[in-house]
């Protein structure tokens, strides 16, 4: 009788500790969640030169609720914290990626002038050096080249010149050297669908 009894408490003891154990371990981890989430944000940082790559930015922020910041602000992130990029394309290159390098990037968003990631995306990607990191292209827009400044002006007026100058002046060049010439905003909110619909994934 006395046995039995024993190794009935024993037994109640042990699931006793073990649910306590086990409490008290989902406790820890809810915790560290809780609290790695609080310590842990997901922030948007753009680089924008003439305000069309901040506009996705601010629309990216406005449907998410997530901070936007500028590159030249990144003090105020930290470590830890998670990263949307979006930069301008500069002859293939995000412009402003190299700065944020050492943070988590999370995903990249590259705004350029033609309807798809010029030369093409593997290009984009390859010459950035974001393989494996998820990257979307967005439409931006761009100026008249006449309002344009400095090396940026050089650039386009060489490279207007090489498409002028091109021996096959399809449909596409002639978009392009119209685009140069007069300007075009491309910004339209739909082309940030990807972007959301993978960070609703996450
Ligand atoms: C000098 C120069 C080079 C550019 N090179 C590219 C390019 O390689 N690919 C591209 O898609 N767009 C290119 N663009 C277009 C810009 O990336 C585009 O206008 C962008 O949306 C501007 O963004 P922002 O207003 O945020 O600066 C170039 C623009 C300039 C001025």
Redesign the pocket.
């Known amino acids: 009788m006395f046995v039995c009894y024993f190794l009935l408490h024993t037994i109640a003891s042990v699931a006793i500790m073990k649910i306590n154990v086990n409490q008290i371990l989902l406790f820890i981890i809810g915790w560290s969640l809780e609290y790695a989430s609080e310590v842990r944000a997901l922030i948007i940082v ?10 996705y930015a601010d629309m990216l922020a406005s449907k998410t609720g997530l901070k936007a910041l500028r590159v030249k602000e990144l003090t105020k992130v930290n470590e830890e914290d998670e990263i949307i990029f979006l930069g ?6 995000i ?1 402003g990626l190299n700065k944020v390098r050492k943070y988590n990037i999370k995903a990249v968003c ?5 309807a798809t ?3 093409d995306t593997e290009t984009v990607v390859a010459r950035n050096k974001i393989e494996g990191i998820p990257f979307f292209y967005l ?4 100026y008249p080249i006449k309002d ?1 400044k400095g ?3 050089i ?2 007026s060489m ?1 207007l010149k090489m498409l002028k100058s091109s021996k096959d002046r399809d449909e596409k060049v002639e978009e392009s050297i119209l685009t140069i010439e007069n300007g075009f905003d ?1 910004i339209k909110e739909e082309n940030l669908d990807p972007v959301l619909e993978w960070l609703n994934k996450r």
Do not use: N, R
């Open positions: 753009y680089e924008s030169k003439t305000g069309f790559t901040k506009k301008w394309i500069k002859v293939g290159k412009q590259g705004s350029g002038t033609a990631a010029g030369p439409q931006g827009g761009c344009l090396m940026d002006k650039v386009m490279f491309g």
